[in-house]
Each structure stands twice: as structure tokens, then as C-alpha cells.
């Protein structure tokens, strides 16, 4: 039986206090934890949680080895920019991925103070979404900050790089994953493989994680929504820019975000949130290899959807930001319904792939929830067999998962097309709608998945471990 493990004499993260192993624990303890953990996926949901495994299970595995496996095989520069609420801020410094945007200059991000809302037809400033109290400060600290995804990633990917025990493999689209007693194993479309003793399936809302191993029964599915994206160049707008720092402005045919993306405000991000039926998407995608034309087509016929819903807004940047020949993608939105199995015996469903919602700027803070609390509890489950930090895992966060997908679902309602009456009424309502949610959205951010209390393993855990122990 292996026995090189080291047990820090007193482990102070999260307040927890572990007693000096007996011989019994420490023989245990190798035989549970896993040493070679396989990450399928290298977006925020797999590299938030490499990063935290390593903190939390080095200081026990110390021969931990962790392989994030990556279907692209260079970054993407599709995909726009993200919104950080106050909670994904917090987590995204604690793992030291804030000090690296910081360092990128302007391209590291905006602060946004509050998202203001408005109503395309009026021009009225309908309420504000903020990200600072009465007194102007962050929530624990933190406002929102919008950045380009691609540069996010860069960051992160910079912190695993001088994280010793992890790496990222790029090239390599999981096809299929199973597992016998002892091990995982990964398949990839280049036909290699891998295997691990524990997979965390991070690949997103189409994880193939979920449909082809975890949950098959639970495929995404198109929301009715999609995304109409571009950045422009700030000073190619003439009309005064009539928000701060970002706006969503409203009307009856879907919402136009529009945010400046970069800390010297040199550009800004226009994401139209809009229904588009599913037999339009195939016309409209811009892919590889398609040729020029098609492509052109497409651009055109995106910017004339454009002008057609926001061409006659009463802000004037607006009109012009919509009318003016810009590279449009559409980007079709998907979720994953409740209910999907989240884990086999040896590998978890962690953040889109487990429960894709409609994005409501939080997303990216449960799939950082995601990978902090489950390093925690596996770090405190280590002593026993992967499906009981699993379970623990799920009893924890199934619940506010649900009840975050119905929120999104009622929100994301709001942006489908209407007609004039029940238009007015929603700029009516909105105003009312974001004054009485804002202390759950602000107890919301206030959330620390560090500190949270992370049940003790059951009494009698170690015993069912102790009954085991013959199979190793
Ligand atoms: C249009 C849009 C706008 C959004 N805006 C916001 C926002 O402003 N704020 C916010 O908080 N959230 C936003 N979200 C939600 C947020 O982007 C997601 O919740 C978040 O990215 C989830 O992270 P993830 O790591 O689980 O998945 P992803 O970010 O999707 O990462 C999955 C990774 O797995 C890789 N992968 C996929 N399949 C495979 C495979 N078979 N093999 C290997 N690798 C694979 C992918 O290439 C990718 O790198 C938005 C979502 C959409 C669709």
C-alpha cells in the first residue's frame, strides 16, 4: 500500500482543523484520494477547478496530478465578453486569476459600477442593477467587471501554468468516457486516450461528458434566444454614449446590451439579447471553411435584424450603433433542464454541463461556486469513496441550482418578442421587478463558497472506508 502522504499538522482554509492521521487514516487516505484527476474542458468552470483542487488537495495528495484536456487547439477569439458579478470577482482573485487581468492593462477589463437600464423606444432610464452599496463600495469588496472572454482565458491559463501539478492538453475532443473499479478512462476523437481516477466533466452546456457518459438522457436544448453580437470601436460613434459603464436597453423586441469592454473605454460590446427562431440558425451561423460570400450574406442579413429591431430607438448612439456595417455573429443560446444525473462513480458534471441556464450575468459565479465547493468537499471527504464527496457535493447545491434556473427562465422570458401593450407593461413593471429583487441580489453576492460549512463526513464514514479497505 502506497503511504507517501504528508498531513499538514493543522490546515487553517475554510477554518477547518484536522487532527494528526493514524497509521490507519494515512494508508486510507492514499487509497481514496484521487492522485490523477482528469478535467475535460479548459473553460471557467474546468480551470477554476484545477486551480482550486490544487489548493485544496495538495496539502494531503501531494503527488497530486491534474490533466485539463481541451478540444480547441488554440484559444478562441469568438464569443465576446462576459460580465463578473461581485462573487466571480471574489473567487477569480482568491485563485489569483484578478492579479493577471490586472496586469493586462486596459485589455483586462472594465469595472462596472451598475448595469443602467433603459427603454429603447423612450430614451427613459428605467432603474439600475448595481454593483456597489449606499455608500459607493463593491459587494465584500468587489463591483462588476466586463471583459473580453478570450482574455479571460488568457489569465487563467497563465495561473495554470505556474501551478506545478496541472496541465492543459489542447487538441483533444472527449468522443466517449468510461470507467470500471478502479479507473476512468477518456476517449478522444484523435483516438487517444486517457485514464485518471476521477473525470470532472466541465465541457459545457453540449458536455459530451453528460450526454455520452453521465446523463445521456439530458441533451441541451435551443432556449428560443439567441445572442446577436459585435464590438465596435468607441470613437467610431459620433452620438453621445448615454451609460457609464454598461446598459441594457429595452424594448419589445428583445434587449440590446451594450458595455464598454476594456478599462480605457476604447470599445465597446453590443450583444442583442432577441428570439430568433430554431430553423433560422443553420442559415445564420458563420463556421470554418465557409466561404466568402455565405458569409457575407449572413453578416447582412444579421445587421438588417439588427436595424430592424433597434433602427428606431429613441437613444441616438443606439441607431447608430445598429445601423453602422459591423461583424454581427449570432450566438444561440442552450440550456440543460433540471434533473440530469450529475455523476457515475468516478466522474461529476461541474458548471455549464451540469446545469446550463439562461445567462443572467451569474453563470459564470456557479460554475466558480462549483469547483470551489467541490474541492472543499472532496478535499474533507478525502477519506472516503468518490460517490460519498459526490453525493455530499450534490445535496449542497442542487437545490440553489433549481431555484437559479427558474429565476433565469422568468428573467430570460422578458426578452422575447411582444406586442405594444405588453411591451409598455414590461417597462412599466421592470422598474418595480429590479427594486424588489435587489436584497436577494445582494445577499446573492454576498455568497462565499469559501466559507460556507461543509458537512462533516458522516458518523461512521470512516467505517464504511475501514470495510473497504481489503480492495485495495
Ligand atoms: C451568449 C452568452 C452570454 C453569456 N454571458 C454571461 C455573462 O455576461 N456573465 C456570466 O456570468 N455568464 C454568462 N454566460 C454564461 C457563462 O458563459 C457560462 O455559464 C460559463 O462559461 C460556464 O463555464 P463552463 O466552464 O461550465 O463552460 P464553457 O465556458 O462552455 O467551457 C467549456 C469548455 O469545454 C470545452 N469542450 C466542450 N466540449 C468538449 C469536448 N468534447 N472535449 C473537450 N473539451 C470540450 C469547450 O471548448 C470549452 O473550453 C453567458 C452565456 C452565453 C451563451
Redesign the pocket.
Known amino acids: 500500500m502506497d503511504l507517501q502522504y504528508e498531513f499538514p499538522p493543522q490546515h487553517q482554509a475554510g477554518k477547518e482543523c484536522y487532527n494528526f492521521p493514524t497509521e490507519i487514516e494515512r494508508s486510507l487516505t492514499s487509497v481514496f484520494a484521487p492522485r490523477n484527476i482528469l478535467v475535460?474542458?479548459?473553460?471557467?468552470?474546468?480551470i477554476s477547478c484545477a486551480l482550486s483542487l490544487a489548493k485544496e488537495l495538495t496539502p494531503f495528495v501531494p503527488d497530486l496530478q491534474i490533466t485539463i484536456?481541451?478540444?480547441?487547439d488554440i484559444l478562441?477569439t469568438s464569443g465576446?465578453?462576459?460580465?463578473?458579478?461581485p462573487v466571480?470577482q471574489r473567487h477569480l482573485d482568491r485563485l489569483g486569476v484578478l492579479a493577471e487581468l490586472d496586469k493586462m492593462g486596459t485589455e483586462g477589463g472594465t469595472d462596472v459600477e451598475a448595469i443602467e437600464l433603459f427603454s429603447s423606444r423612450s430614451g427613459r432610464q428605467l432603474g439600475s442593477i448595481d454593483f456597489t452599496d449606499h455608500h459607493g463600495n463593491g459587494f465584500g469588496g468587489y463591483k462588476g467587471r466586463r471583459v473580453m472572454r478570450i482574455i479571460l482565458s488568457v489569465a487563467m491559463i497563465a495561473v495554470v501554468e505556474r501551478t506545478k501539478n496541472i496541465r492543459i492538453v489542447f487538441g483533444?475532443?472527449?468522443?466517449r468516457g468510461e470507467e470500471t473499479e478502479d479507473h476512468a478512462l477518456l476517449h478522444f476523437h484523435d483516438g487517444t486516450s486517457a485514464t485518471g481516477d476521477l473525470v470532472l466533466g466541465?465541457?459545457?452546456?453540449?458536455?459530451?461528458t453528460r450526454s455520452r457518459w453521465v446523463s445521456p438522457e439530458h441533451p441541451s436544448e435551443y432556449t428560443g434566444i439567441s445572442?446577436l453580437?459585435t464590438v465596435i470601436d468607441t470613437r467610431s460613434i459620433q452620438s453621445p454614449i448615454h451609460f457609464h459603464s454598461t446598459s441594457m436597453n429595452i424594448s419589445r423586441h428583445g434587449s440590446l446590451l451594450a458595455s464598454y469592454c476594456d478599462r480605457e473605454h476604447d470599445q465597446i460590446f453590443l450583444?442583442a439579447i432577441v428570439q430568433f427562431p430554431e430553423s433560422n440558425l443553420p442559415h445564420c451561423k458563420i463556421e470554418n471553411g465557409q466561404d466568402w460570400v455565405t458569409q457575407h450574406r449572413i453578416k447582412n442579413s444579421l445587421q438588417e435584424e439588427m436595424q430592424s429591431r433597434f433602427g428606431k430607438s429613441a437613444i441616438p448612439c443606439i441607431r447608430e450603433m445598429t445601423s453602422k456595417p459591423a461583424d454581427w455573429m449570432l450566438?444561440p443560446?442552450y440550456q440543460v433542464r433540471p434533473g440530469a444525473r450529475w455523476h457515475t462513480d468516478r466522474a461529476l458534471l461541474?458548471?455549464?454541463?451540469a446545469h446550463?441556464m439562461p445567462?443572467r450575468?451569474?453563470?459564470?459565479?456557479?460554475?466558480l461556486d462549483d469547483s470551489i465547493l467541490f474541492s472543499r468537499i472532496l478535499a474533507k471527504h478525502r477519506h472516503e469513496p468518490l460517490p460519498v464527496a459526490f453525493k455530499a457535493y450534490e445535496d449542497l447545491r442542487r437545490k440553489t441550482v433549481n431555484s437559479a434556473f427558474k429565476a433565469s427562465r422568468r428573467m430570460w422570458e422578458k426578452n422575447r418578442d411582444m406586442g405594444y401593450l405588453e411591451g409598455r407593461l414590461k417597462e412599466w413593471t421592470l422598474p418595480l421587478y429590479i427594486r424588489n429583487h435587489r436584497e436577494e441580489r445582494e445577499a446573492a453576492w454576498e455568497f462565499d463558497a469559501t466559507q460556507i460549512t461543509i458537512p462533516m463526513p458522516a458518523e461512521g464514514g470512516s467505517l464504511y472506508s475501514y470495510g473497504n479497505s481489503d480492495c485495495s
Open positions: 475535460v474542458g479548459a473553460g471557467i468552470a474546468g484536456f481541451e478540444r480547441h478562441s465576446g465578453a462576459i460580465n463578473l458579478t466571480a483533444k475532443k472527449l468522443i466541465c465541457d459545457g452546456v453540449h458536455s459530451a445572442f453580437q450583444a450566438y443560446v461541474l458548471g455549464d454541463a446550463a445567462p450575468d451569474e453563470s459564470a459565479a456557479y460554475a
